[in-house]
Each structure stands twice: as structure tokens, then as C-alpha cells.
């Protein structure tokens, strides 16, 4: 029997074995050959690439379209949706099978993909959503009919309740692209695409030709929009990413994250003291900052390359999972700008949606500002990242590392924290001591101006540490070899504030992405 002939004409004693055959069929061997042979996974093997072995369990699996003429070409109805563990947990799973008129949508993939959501929501497990998409099947949805019962579905609607995760594993448009923005986390193949709408669409919109990368490719979403948290070169190692974010999440909001029980190894402090320079403008890489702290192996960088001014990423401090912000004083003298602000909002929204403590790390000069920034909008990426701080109510650990100015200073924790230490290396004011030398003074630097200097010492005399810690501002001073197990030591007091390590939730409705 070939993956054309229609189920209609299967009447013999082992029905049930044929269909099943001609469902696992796909699109067919020819369509499935070729991508054999672009290195590029199936819909059904990329399930089992996520799932533990033998755990996936198929649900909608005899679903097909409601239109009779395509009955007998659309197995699965082109999303095969199920149940399956990863790392012995329950998941929810959808793999678009793009071999399938294109894993287009349709009435009845939409209510399966609603019906694997809601489950999940009720089942208290995470959700998987493996993409690619050629958008909607016209005549399916075409018309006042087909809007009027995709709209009485809600299939795309969620609440933070259990995690998201999504891989972008080649063209995506419309209904996928919905699920990838509002993922917790979503990684992208290189070389795959997505967008609200396909390129000949747009092209047709926009009177002008439109290239797939140009309108979404993962350059574009890593550095530009951020809608990209990740991008790998394989199907492979995107859908290895999502069951390593996974274990950094506890299934749903009502549990703690889950502490490793591995051994835990961590770097000597004698490296993070060595990191940090003692000369206020001098940069370092604020990465090896995270790794400093963070259990050996255990940095999974969130969103890279966008934003760069502020690394966010999941680590394990003593076992427990930990989200860390860092200024990263590389990119712009860490000062940080609109992307940069976003991404740390959304970073803080993810973390106190699923119970994973703060740690905030402050070397920075303060917000970027200028035209292009208040064009942006920047003043108000600023409040809303305040907000989002002042909401979260996991624990929230503030260290300040070296510099940390004006505004900057209350974004990055100082006065918002549950506990806040200053390294000895660090200092807090408004603004830089030259700056604010130029405008108390009206002096600027010249060679060999002894008054200059002696300025700019007062300024950064009343900078000192010490100057916050003695108006209880800063609850310590700390080396910078001592930040390590301090951190741990606080993160240990103020999980318990958080109800058993769950917190109240107040960021759930916040927008997934900004």
C-alpha cells in the first residue's frame, strides 16, 4: 500500500496495523528521503530525539482534515501530538510534520494543539512545540466559517502556568511563529525562518520582494528582535538545548526548581579575584563573571547575542538553580540600552514565573541615553523593568561588582533586593566622578592638573562601599573572593520567604515578549 491511497479503501483484517503504517508514512518515503539527506530530522524522530525512550505516547494520532478531499493526505492532520519524559518528567509534545501539505494549520490541528495545551495546564507538565510551517490551509480557514471556528478554539492563549518551549527547525509562519513568541525559551535552527506571515505573502503585500532571512531569519531574532533565545547548528543540538533548559524548571509554578543532585565543583575564588580590574574603566569579559560563580558546567547562557550590555543566564549554584543578570562591561562599558533593559525584564518574568532565584550583578556606568534611545522608548523599557524587579517576589541577591550609577543602581537591585553586598572593588553615585566633576565644577581633564585629580578623588571617596554600607544601604562589604558563598549563603536565607521556594506568582500575566 502506497502513502496515497485513501484510507477509505483499507477493508481488510488488519486495518488497523495499515492505517497506523500509512499514518507513520507522512508525506511519503520520497519526502522523507530528502530530508534524510539534508541532515534535517523528521517530525517523529525529532520526538524521539526529545523524549526519553519508549515514553511517547500519541494522542490525535488517526486525526485528519475535515475537508473529504483531503482525507487521505493528511495523516496526523500534519502535527503529531502526544505525551512523553524527559528526564523521567511528563511533557507535553507537538511536532510539525512539514512532509504534510506543510504542517499547515487547520480546525482540527488547532484543536489538537489546544487540547495537548490545556492538558498540560491541567496535568501541571511542560509544553514542547517542535515548528515548522507553511501557515494556514487556506481553504480550511478561508472565509467567516473557518475564522469563526479557529476563534472559538483559543488554541495559542496561554497562561505561565507550566513552561513553554519551542525549536524553530525550518519555515515557520502564522500559527507557529505564535507559539515561538511566546515561548519560555526558543531556540532556532540556523538556517530556518519565521515570521507572521510567509515571504509571498509579504511580497505581495509590500508590492517588492522580500527574502525569507531578510523577513526572519535567526540573525535577525538572536541580535535584532530577541525573539530568539538561542541558535544552533542542528536539529539535534536545538532539541538537546530544550531538554537542558528543561531541568533548570520545575514542571509547573507550584513546585520549586529542581536542586542537580550531582556533585557540585566550582572554580577557585582566587579566579574571580583576578577577573576584576581595579581601574574603573578598564573591561573584562562579564561572562567569565558568570562562570566564576556559577557550579562548573553549569552556565546556560539565555539570549546572547541580543542585549548585550546585560548577560542573563540559568546556572546552578551549590545544585540549586539560580537566574543571574551581569553587566558585561565588553560590549558599550556596560551601559545599558533598550534590548539590553527588555531582555532583562523578560529574563526576570521567566525566572519569577517558576521559582528560580535572582542574582543580580551591577557593573555599569548606567542606561545608554541619546536621541536613537529616547526614540525608543528607553524611558519606559526602564520603569517597566523596575517594575517587574519590585513584583518578583523569589529571592532577589544584588551584588555590586565594580561601578553602578544613577538609575542603573535601583534596576540592578540597590535598594529593590532582598540583600544587597558591594564588592571592595565597587562604587555607587550618580553618575561617573568625571561627569559629575564637569558639572559641579565645570573642570574637565587637563594634563598635569593637580586640582583635577584631587576632584576627582573626593568623588570617588564618597563612591565608597563603605560610605552605603554605613548608612545600611548595603547590607555588606564583601571581597570579591567571598561572593561565591555569600551569594549562596543569602539565596539559602530568602528561598524560605518564598513559600517552600514557590513565590506568589505576580508576573504571571506579563507579556512573554516585549
Same mark, same amino acid.
Given at each position: 500500500m502506497t502513502p496515497t491511497e485513501p484510507f477509505d479503501d483499507i477493508d481488510d483484517f488488519d486495518d488497523f496495523d495499515t492505517r497506523r503504517r500509512k499514518i507513520h508514512a507522512m508525506g511519503g518515503e520520497a519526502k522523507l528521503a530528502a530530508r534524510r539527506a539534508s541532515g534535517v530530522m523528521n517530525a517523529r524522530e525529532r520526538i524521539a530525539a526529545l523524549c526519553d525512550a519508549g515514553s511517547f505516547s500519541e494522542i490525535g494520532e488517526f486525526a485528519r482534515s475535515a475537508r473529504p478531499e483531503d482525507l487521505d493526505r493528511t495523516p496526523a492532520d500534519g502535527i503529531v501530538t502526544g505525551f512523553g519524559r524527559v528526564d523521567g518528567r511528563n511533557i507535553a509534545v507537538a511536532s510539525f510534520d512539514l512532509t504534510t501539505l506543510g504542517a499547515s494549520s487547520t480546525v482540527t490541528n488547532i484543536r489538537k494543539l489546544n487540547f495537548?495545551?490545556?492538558?498540560?495546564?491541567?496535568?501541571?507538565?511542560?509544553?514542547?512545540?517542535?515548528?515548522?510551517?507553511?501557515?494556514?490551509?487556506?481553504?480550511?480557514?478561508?472565509?467567516?466559517?473557518?475564522?469563526?471556528?479557529?476563534?472559538?478554539?483559543?488554541?495559542?492563549?496561554?497562561?505561565r502556568d507550566v513552561p513553554w518551549v519551542c525549536a524553530v527547525l525550518g519555515p515557520c509562519y502564522g500559527m507557529g511563529t505564535w507559539y515561538a513568541v511566546q515561548s519560555d525559551f526558543a531556540v532556532m535552527r540556523r538556517d530556518a525562518t519565521f515570521s507572521v506571515a510567509s515571504p509571498k505573502v509579504t511580497s505581495v503585500a509590500l508590492g517588492q520582494a522580500v527574502t525569507p532571512e531578510a523577513l526572519g531569519g535567526s540573525d535577525l531574532h538572536a541580535d535584532t528582535t530577541g525573539q530568539i533565545d538561542l541558535v544552533t547548528d542542528t536539529d539535534a543540538q536545538a532539541i538537546a538545548a530544550l531538554r537542558r533548559f528543561l531541568s533548570y524548571l520545575p514542571s509547573h509554578a507550584q513546585l520549586p526548581a529542581p536542586r542537580s543532585d550531582s556533585p557540585v565543583h566550582a572554580r577557585p575564588a582566587a579566579e574571580l579575584e583576578a577577573l576584576i580590574p581595579r581601574a574603573r574603566h578598564q573591561i573584562y569579559d562579564g561572562r567569565k563573571l558568570v562562570e566564576c560563580l556559577a557550579d562548573i558546567d553549569s552556565v546556560m547562557p539565555w539570549r546572547p547575542r541580543h542585549g548585550r550590555a546585560l548577560e542573563t543566564a540559568l546556572v546552578r549554584m551549590n545544585g540549586q538553580p539560580v537566574g543571574i543578570v551581569a553587566s558585561n562591561p565588553w560590549p558599550k562599558g556596560g551601559a545599558i540600552d533598550g534590548p539590553s533593559c527588555d531582555k532583562m525584564t523578560e529574563f526576570i518574568v521567566l525566572c519569577d514565573s517558576f521559582n528560580i532565584p535572582l542574582l543580580l550583578l551591577a557593573d555599569t556606568p548606567g542606561f545608554l541615553v541619546g536621541l536613537q534611545a529616547e526614540q525608543a522608548g528607553v524611558a519606559g523599557k526602564i520603569m517597566n523593568n523596575l517594575r517587574a524587579l519590585s513584583l518578583a517576589t523569589v529571592p532577589r541577591i544584588a551584588v555590586v561588582v565594580r561601578k553602578s550609577y544613577g538609575q542603573a543602581y535601583l534596576n540592578m537591585g540597590g535598594g529593590v533586593?532582598? %540583600? !544587597? #553586598? /558591594?564588592?571592595?572593588?565597587?562604587?555607587?553615585?550618580?553618575? @561617573?566622578? %568625571? !561627569? #559629575? /566633576?564637569?558639572?559641579?565644577?565645570?573642570?574637565?581633564?587637563? @594634563?598635569?592638573?593637580? #586640582?583635577?585629580?584631587?576632584?576627582?578623588?573626593?568623588?570617588?571617596?564618597?563612591?565608597?562601599?563603605?560610605?552605603?554600607?554605613?548608612?545600611?544601604?548595603?547590607?555588606?562589604?564583601?571581597?570579591?573572593?567571598?561572593?561565591?558563598?555569600?551569594?549562596?549563603?543569602?539565596?539559602?536565607?530568602?528561598?524560605?520567604?518564598?513559600?517552600?521556594?514557590?513565590?506568589?506568582?505576580?508576573?504571571?500575566?506579563?507579556?512573554?515578549?516585549?
Amino acid at each position: 500500500m502506497t502513502p496515497t491511497e485513501p484510507f477509505d479503501d483499507i477493508d481488510d483484517f488488519d486495518d488497523f496495523d495499515t492505517r497506523r503504517r500509512k499514518i507513520h508514512a507522512m508525506g511519503g518515503e520520497a519526502k522523507l528521503a530528502a530530508r534524510r539527506a539534508s541532515g534535517v530530522m523528521n517530525a517523529r524522530e525529532r520526538i524521539a530525539a526529545l523524549c526519553d525512550a519508549g515514553s511517547f505516547s500519541e494522542i490525535g494520532e488517526f486525526a485528519r482534515s475535515a475537508r473529504p478531499e483531503d482525507l487521505d493526505r493528511t495523516p496526523a492532520d500534519g502535527i503529531v501530538t502526544g505525551f512523553g519524559r524527559v528526564d523521567g518528567r511528563n511533557i507535553a509534545v507537538a511536532s510539525f510534520d512539514l512532509t504534510t501539505l506543510g504542517a499547515s494549520s487547520t480546525v482540527t490541528n488547532i484543536r489538537k494543539l489546544n487540547f495537548l495545551k490545556l492538558s498540560a495546564s491541567k496535568a501541571g507538565i511542560a509544553c514542547a512545540f517542535l515548528i515548522e510551517s507553511a501557515g494556514a490551509r487556506m481553504p480550511d480557514i478561508q472565509g467567516a466559517v473557518g475564522m469563526g471556528r479557529v476563534g472559538q478554539l483559543n488554541a495559542t492563549n496561554r497562561d505561565r502556568d507550566v513552561p513553554w518551549v519551542c525549536a524553530v527547525l525550518g519555515p515557520c509562519y502564522g500559527m507557529g511563529t505564535w507559539y515561538a513568541v511566546q515561548s519560555d525559551f526558543a531556540v532556532m535552527r540556523r538556517d530556518a525562518t519565521f515570521s507572521v506571515a510567509s515571504p509571498k505573502v509579504t511580497s505581495v503585500a509590500l508590492g517588492q520582494a522580500v527574502t525569507p532571512e531578510a523577513l526572519g531569519g535567526s540573525d535577525l531574532h538572536a541580535d535584532t528582535t530577541g525573539q530568539i533565545d538561542l541558535v544552533t547548528d542542528t536539529d539535534a543540538q536545538a532539541i538537546a538545548a530544550l531538554r537542558r533548559f528543561l531541568s533548570y524548571l520545575p514542571s509547573h509554578a507550584q513546585l520549586p526548581a529542581p536542586r542537580s543532585d550531582s556533585p557540585v565543583h566550582a572554580r577557585p575564588a582566587a579566579e574571580l579575584e583576578a577577573l576584576i580590574p581595579r581601574a574603573r574603566h578598564q573591561i573584562y569579559d562579564g561572562r567569565k563573571l558568570v562562570e566564576c560563580l556559577a557550579d562548573i558546567d553549569s552556565v546556560m547562557p539565555w539570549r546572547p547575542r541580543h542585549g548585550r550590555a546585560l548577560e542573563t543566564a540559568l546556572v546552578r549554584m551549590n545544585g540549586q538553580p539560580v537566574g543571574i543578570v551581569a553587566s558585561n562591561p565588553w560590549p558599550k562599558g556596560g551601559a545599558i540600552d533598550g534590548p539590553s533593559c527588555d531582555k532583562m525584564t523578560e529574563f526576570i518574568v521567566l525566572c519569577d514565573s517558576f521559582n528560580i532565584p535572582l542574582l543580580l550583578l551591577a557593573d555599569t556606568p548606567g542606561f545608554l541615553v541619546g536621541l536613537q534611545a529616547e526614540q525608543a522608548g528607553v524611558a519606559g523599557k526602564i520603569m517597566n523593568n523596575l517594575r517587574a524587579l519590585s513584583l518578583a517576589t523569589v529571592p532577589r541577591i544584588a551584588v555590586v561588582v565594580r561601578k553602578s550609577y544613577g538609575q542603573a543602581y535601583l534596576n540592578m537591585g540597590g535598594g529593590v533586593a532582598d %540583600a !544587597v #553586598a /558591594v564588592m571592595t572593588t565597587g562604587e555607587v553615585g550618580f553618575v @561617573d566622578p %568625571a !561627569v #559629575a /566633576v564637569s558639572v559641579v565644577h565645570n573642570r574637565r581633564a587637563q @594634563d598635569g592638573d593637580a #586640582a583635577y585629580e584631587s576632584l576627582i578623588q573626593d568623588m570617588v571617596v564618597s563612591n565608597s562601599p563603605y560610605e552605603l554600607a554605613g548608612m545600611f544601604a548595603a547590607h555588606a562589604v564583601i571581597r570579591p573572593s567571598e561572593t561565591r558563598d555569600w551569594a549562596i549563603r543569602m539565596l539559602e536565607v530568602f528561598q524560605q520567604r518564598a513559600r517552600g521556594g514557590i513565590g506568589e506568582h505576580r508576573l504571571a500575566t506579563w507579556p512573554t515578549s516585549l
